[in-house]
């Protein structure tokens, strides 16, 4: 601030001002709006893409299983109780990709920018991609608790 004062010989920060047309405001004012939608169009669409991608590896995960959970079902563990052993296990390894995640980018925007992100920002990307991960598990858990268990465990 120092710099522009003496550059522009005022020496008082009352003194200085800027002039600007209202058509650079307008144009600034139409830049942000539309920065801003696209950013918020691009993480909507980060969040649908993650959430088929984990929906997809749950799914095929929970498949794999698929014959413990018909175990499970015949020896009387209910529909809810497996769904919920899914979402438990769905939640503790999103949750340790996203802690991960968010450190590792951290790092990173520290190594390239030199700044570190606000803390709310980090815990709220966290707590988001969390969320969406135990919700992308949701169906696939449930097709798998709905199955039938005789069907399941019955040998081809």
């Given at each position: 601030?120092?710099?522009?004062?003496?550059?522009?010989?005022?020496?008082?920060?009352?003194?200085?001002?800027?002039?600007?047309?209202?058509?650079?405001?307008?144009?600034?004012?139409?830049?942000?709006?539309q920065v801003g939608s696209f950013s918020r169009q691009l993480a909507l669409g980060v969040v649908a893409v993650g959430m088929v991608l984990l929906a997809l590896t749950m799914t095929l995960a929970l498949n794999s299983r698929r014959r413990d959970f018909g175990r499970r079902r015949a020896l009387g563990a209910s529909r809810s109780a497996l769904v919920a052993v899914?979402?438990?296990?769905?939640?503790?390894?999103?949750?340790?990709?996203?802690?991960?995640?968010a450190g590792a980018g951290t790092v990173a925007v520290l190594a390239?920018?030199?700044?570190?992100?606000?803390?709310?920002?980090?815990?709220?990307?966290?707590?988001?991609i969390t969320l969406v991960?135990?919700?992308?598990?949701?169906?696939?858990?449930?097709?798998?608790?709905?199955?039938?268990p005789v069907k399941t465990l019955r040998v081809p």
């Open positions: 601030m120092r710099q522009v004062r003496a550059l522009a010989g005022v020496f008082h920060a009352d003194a200085l001002s800027v002039k600007t047309s209202d058509a650079l405001v307008a144009l600034s004012g139409v830049l942000t709006g899914a979402l438990v296990e769905a939640a503790f390894a999103v949750t340790i990709g996203a802690v991960l995640g390239l920018i030199g700044t570190l992100p606000p803390g709310g920002f980090l815990i709220a990307a966290t707590v988001l991960g135990v919700a992308a598990a949701v169906p696939p858990s449930a097709i798998v608790a709905w199955q039938d």
